[in-house]
């Protein structure tokens, strides 16, 4: 294959400074999950900025869909990367965080600062329901671009059963259904090679000055970081625990967000016991409410295990450096992706048992988000569950008797506002959020 090396003259057409201030504005209006941050840029970079046409923005999306991880957060990396090099990738990709990681950091002081004030109380127990109506909504739309066929909701299901009644790890679930199609494509077309239309198909390459040391010192920061971890700590410390954790999910979030939040939380609340199921619900409140990528959830996730195992030292700043040390081991793998691999990852589009693996990895994706859906419903509705094990299986299941009908109500208001009258997330999060604290304070 030929490689051809193109230069933006973008770089010399929109000053660097101009362009840093575009990306804080995104990063301050990148509210409404990864389709509403994706629109977002489309709407300011390739409409009214002109930067980039609709043919090169598309190209950019399709290199940060197969990635793993946020794939908004990506595409704004990469949209820098074409704009400014490394500098611009850098520059864009981190204030597309900042704004909602600090938001978040400030919320989660006062989630344990004030957490036992009613008023607070009310309002994390409205964001839960509307955010189980979120979650809901979201593996619907998904499922609707993707369950086509036989064989998709086949593997849809057979995640979800997986997940919730069998309890297989997240990472297997993604890697089993990736294998899958593969083989499947592998075996319908035994020949399996990249499918050209003619002579110069080949896709071209973009190559920015100083990207390839910039993806090595991305590596290097990844190896360090967790080498430091253990070398200080030890395995069994939280902060190392944090890091393993988290850099395992840095490779394996396809599907964005809320397909690798139930594992998140499975272990975050059921092996780690890092935060409890509730306080699951209310970080993914806190993310649905603020800036930049859900993923940033995570962020609560490091910050509630840094406050609970803080020991003889200061609690607040254990949290702080939790958090601070999940951020950074959930994104820098970002960085990597795009510096090192997402120029070279379009060629691969056309190879179809790698594009029916991704394609099945995007099927059983659903069932992830359904598992998702169905264990923050039991968490949220029901007070006391029950473990069934025997046969292979491995699931908590409610007590019915256990249901609190205040959160049922605004659950089902919450899913009336969504599928029915099809209101904003912010209205959506502000109407639950008063009627928690309604609930809370008068009730």
């Known amino acids: 294959m030929v490689v051809q090396e193109k230069f933006s003259n973008a770089e010399a057409s929109v000053p660097f400074r101009h362009a840093l201030a575009v990306w804080w504005r995104i990063g301050f209006l990148s509210f409404g999950g990864p389709a509403g941050q994706i629109a977002l840029m489309h709407r300011i970079v390739v409409e009214e900025k002109r930067w980039l046409d609709e043919k090169r923005f598309l190209h950019a999306l399709n290199y940060c869909m197969l990635l793993p991880g946020p794939e908004a957060q990506q595409l704004a ?31 989660s002081w006062l989630y344990v600062l004030l957490g036992d004030l009613s008023v607070v109380e009310g309002l994390f127990f409205g964001l839960k329901a509307a955010v189980l109506a979120i979650v809901v909504q979201a593996m619907i739309r998904i499922a609707g671009r993707t369950l086509h066929g036989i064989l998709n909701p086949l593997l849809a299901a057979g995640g979800f059963t997986a997940l919730f009644v069998f309890n297989v790890p997240f990472p297997v679930v993604v890697l ?34 100083g990207t390839k040391r910039a993806a090595a010192v991305c590596l290097l920061l990844w190896v360090v970081t967790l080498g430091l971890l253990f070398g200080l700590f030890g395995g069994g410390h939280v902060y190392t625990q944090l890091g393993a954790f988290f850099s395992k999910m840095a490779v394996v979030t396809f599907g964005g967000a809320y397909a690798v939040l139930s594992y998140v939380a499975q272990q975050g609340v059921e092996h780690y016991g890092w935060l409890q199921p509730g306080e699951m619900l209310d970080g993914l409140g806190m993310a649905e409410t603020t800036p930049g990528p859900l993923i940033l959830v995570t962020q609560f996730v490091g910050f509630m295990a840094g406050f609970r195992e803080a020991g003889t030292g200061p609690a607040l700043l254990a949290a702080t450096l939790g958090a601070a040390l999940t951020t950074w081991i959930t994104f820098l793998p970002c960085f990597l992706w795009i510096f090192g691999g997402a120029p070279y990852l379009e060629k691969l589009r056309g190879n179809r048992p790698l594009s029916a693996a991704l394609a099945a990895i995007t099927a059983a994706v659903v069932g992830v988000i359904a598992n998702l859906a169905l264990w ?6 029901f007070a006391e569950q029950r473990t069934y094990t025997g046969a292979g299986m491995d699931f908590r299941y409610p007590l019915p008797g256990s249901i609190d ?26 109407s639950c959020s008063a009627l928690g604290i309604v609930w809370t304070v008068f009730g």
């Open 405 to 430: 009908p205040a959160m049922l109500l605004i659950t089902v208001a919450a899913a009336v506002m969504v599928f029915v009258f099809k209101v904003r997330i912010l209205v959506l999060l502000g």
């Open 77 to 107: 990396t990469y949209t820098g990367w074409l704009l400014h090099g490394v500098r611009g990738g850098l520059a864009a990709g981190i204030l597309f965080i900042l704004p909602g990681a600090f938001a978040i950091l400030a919320l």
């Open 376 to 381: 923050f419903a039991v968490n949220a509705l």
């Open 176 to 209: 089993g259904a990736g294998l899958f199609g593969y083989i499947a494509a592998k075996a319908a077309a035994p020949s399996g090679g990249v499918e050209a239309d003619g002579p110069g198909s080949a896709p071209e390459i973009t190559v920015r000055p």
